[in-house]
């Protein structure tokens, strides 16, 4: 079962720097000024720069719990691809994470895709803070894995974009070909749905905890 919310409040943005909340367990940490990121990489951890870039054609895989944390921008013009659960090497269950923290904008011309849940583990859930923001690509969040043995299949992963996002960009719940927002499918049988979610930067304090 899929299910796609759109929940908005249209209040302006106030501009910031960005600061960086604690980092968890992350296997790696890279620290440069710009930061392009370059083909065929496999990233993970923690990543902070002024300025992330995913040039347009580019491609790379994401095989453990990714967080780009740049001071002004975020532009991801090609594919970042997650793993799914079973091909992460880590967790056997749920696939990474995304998160994705610009202090200016995040722009979102290429693609970012969820890696899938493994035996009713959740989906790739995709996070996304910055007071401006355009999406003009497609961010689709991860399927939940089906059941193995009993029991339901697992959640698909959710998408929350925290920010100013303007309407052309307002895209849920559509064919997957086309740009837009996408929560996750649940996984065989009776798995929920995942869910694509738009907060205004002034009310980014209701992100769930969790996330």
């Known amino acids: 079962m899929r299910t796609s919310v759109l929940l908005l409040l249209s209040l302006s943005p106030t501009l910031v720097g960005c ?9 790696e940490e890279r620290l440069t000024s710009v930061y392009r990121i370059g083909a065929g990489e496999r990233l993970s951890g923690l990543i902070q720069a002024d300025e992330i870039w995913l040039p347009g054609g580019t491609s ?35 696939a990474p994470t995304v998160r994705l923290e610009a202090g200016e904008r995040v722009s979102v011309d290429g693609e970012i895709l969820g890696g899938d849940g493994h035996a009713s583990g959740s989906g790739t859930t995709i996070v996304i803070l910055a007071p401006e923001q355009f999406v003009s ?28 996002l303007p309407e052309q960009a307002m895209r849920v719940g559509l064919p997957r070909n086309t740009s837009g927002l ?18 205004a930067w002034e009310q980014r304090d209701n992100l769930p905890a969790d996330l």
């Open 19 to 27: 600061s960086s909340p604690p980092a968890g367990e992350v296997p």
């Open 60 to 94: 790379v895989e994401v095989t453990g719990d990714l967080r780009l944390v740049a001071r002004t921008r975020i532009e991801i013009e090609g594919v970042l691809r997650v793993v799914d659960a079973n091909d992460s090497g880590r967790d056997p269950l749920d």
């Open 137 to 164: 690509g497609r961010i689709q969040a991860g399927d939940g894995g089906d059941a193995r043995g009993g029991g339901n299949g697992g959640p698909g992963g959710d998408i929350w974009v925290v920010g100013n």
């Open 182 to 199: 996408f929560g996750g499918n649940g996984g065989f049988p009776d798995g929920s749905g995942g869910s694509a979610r738009v907060l």
